[in-house]
């Protein structure tokens, strides 16, 4: 009798691991903007207290819109602040929190690493801090090969001392999906026939869109097969592969070449954008864009001299977003596909959801359709309010609106010229995506995630009808 009542006092102090992680951003995302409104982080004089909150948020939740140009407003310090931020947010707080339990070499609690778990989509506790240490060891691995092959482009444009620390910065914002750039006005518009900047910043992008769950098992499972003596398969290699990575790697390379496509064929006759570059220059930006659209950020062309269903076309694309488990935003390629996989199953008159030979819980097809709801819902409202409170056009206004949503970062030239009213909702869409509709919900829901397993009533079937 005790032990119950001591577990029962225990579960209702005890913060749930959704609430923990939203009030975790929130934490980072204030202090941000204290130490940006800081005197000795800016190059003159500081600017308003809401640009500091809307840029804290920007970088902490990985998206790339700011109010003022980062490189003409802060100093050095303030731009490292920025990146600081966008590490932590990239990765989440709780993730370098107890990495460093780790290496002061303390254990996580079983709370931690319930927390854990949830931040990082991870199905078993016991794999937790080996996961930890995998995903902070492969992401300053691959951010370092980044920044790397990134000195070729800068260090002979500005110097050694500069070069590195524009290639290392670049790296960073470009792994952890944010957008955020130190070059000025034009983000990489100058380089936009680089063939360096066109591989390297869309290879960081997808990397950290993956999600570090398709990673360990690519990794894991070309290890395993090339330890076999039979010859190398790369169809058996891909049927090794969970079905997470499998709809992954599908949605992402079937987004990725749609959207190249579809940029190509709406923009290849725009002067203001690609019509006067040749055919492959034309190409290379054309996939540049498409990758930024995983909710990257960075431009190569100008945002707002896109026609208006270019734009249309890039907000579905931005809503979709990245993978779960990973820097970006958005509703997700699992998401996504799901939802597609219902309507499918549906036409052909299937009761269950099925793909590679697996079937799709129920509770993963509701949790779908109720983030796809949100998110809509979210979006359509904001854009409600922003057409009210800005005077711009509703093309721009509802790429703004997307784009912070799915923590993209790209702009048509709105968020400087956004009201008071209009920061609000932008932060407030910013933080929401990235932390996760549900997860938000989940957080200050009335019942816990403790109480879930509780049997609830059941009632008998009522009929609707159904368009």
């Known amino acids: 009798m005790k032990v119950e009542i001591f577990k029962k006092r225990h579960e209702h102090h005890t913060m749930r691991p959704t609430r923990q992680i939203a009030l975790s951003f929130l934490a980072v995302i204030l202090i941000g903007t204290i130490l940006l409104s800081l005197p000795i982080c800016n190059k003159s004089t500081p600017t308003t207290f809401l640009n500091n909150l809307f840029i804290a948020t920007s970088a902490t939740c990985v998206t790339g819109l700011v109010p003022v140009t980062t490189s003409e407003q802060f100093n050095y310090l303030g731009q490292l602040i920025i990146i600081v931020l966008i590490q932590i947010g990239g990765l989440g707080f709780l993730t370098f929190l107890n990495l460093l339990l780790i290496m002061i070499k303390k254990k996580i609690s079983l709370t931690n690493k319930i927390v854990l778990q949830e931040a990082l989509n991870q199905p078993s506790l016991n794999a937790i801090p080996k996961f930890l240490k995998n995903v902070i060891k492969y992401t300053f691995i691959v951010e370092g090969i980044g920044a790397i092959l990134l000195l070729f482009v800068f260090v002979p444009e500005y110097g050694v001392l500069k070069g590195i620390y524009f290639a290392v910065f670049h790296a960073i914002s470009a792994f952890c999906n944010a957008g955020f750039d130190v070059l000025g006005n034009n983000s990489l518009i100058g380089y936009q026939t680089n063939i360096i900047i ?53 949605m992402t390379s079937i987004l990725l070449f749609i959207g190249m496509v579809l940029f190509y064929l709406c923009e290849f006759y725009n002067p203001d954008t690609i019509g006067k570059l040749n055919f492959l220059d034309q190409l290379q930006v054309s996939f540049f864009q498409s990758t930024t659209l995983r909710t ?13 269903y270019t734009k249309f076309m890039m907000c579905i694309i931005m809503f979709i977003g990245g993978s779960p488990a990973g820097t970006a935003g958005g509703i997700k390629t699992v998401t996504f596909a799901i939802s597609i996989l219902m309507v499918y199953n549906i036409y052909h008159g299937r009761k269950e959801v099925t793909v590679f030979s697996r079937r799709i819980p129920k509770r993963l097809i509701i949790r779908s359709f109720a983030i796809i709801t949100i998110g809509i819902s979210l979006a359509f409202i904001s854009i409600f309010i922003l057409s009210i409170s800005e005077n711009a056009p509703f093309i721009d206004i509802m790429f703004e609106a997307v784009s912070a949503f ?21 932060i407030i869409l910013m933080y929401i995506g ?25 009632y008998t079937d009522g009929n609707i009808l159904l368009g």
């Open 406 to 426: 799915a923590t993209v970062g790209l702009s048509a030239s709105l968020t400087p010229s956004l009201t008071g009213i209009g920061k609000i909702i932008i």
């Open 198 to 250: 066109n591989l390297v910043i869309p290879g960081l992008i997808i990397m950290g869109g993956l999600g570090f769950i398709v990673w360990f098992d690519v990794m894991e499972t070309i290890k395993k097969e090339y330890k076999k003596p039979s010859k190398f398969n790369y169809r058996h290699l891909f049927n090794s592969f969970s079905l997470h990575t499998k709809i992954v790697l599908i």
């Open 434 to 458: 990235r932390i996760g509709p549900i997860t938000l919900i989940i957080s200050f829901a009335r019942r816990s995630y403790i109480n879930a397993g509780k049997k609830e009533v059941q």
């Open 296 to 308: 990257a950020g960075f431009a190569s062309v100008d945002i707002a001299s896109l026609y208006p």
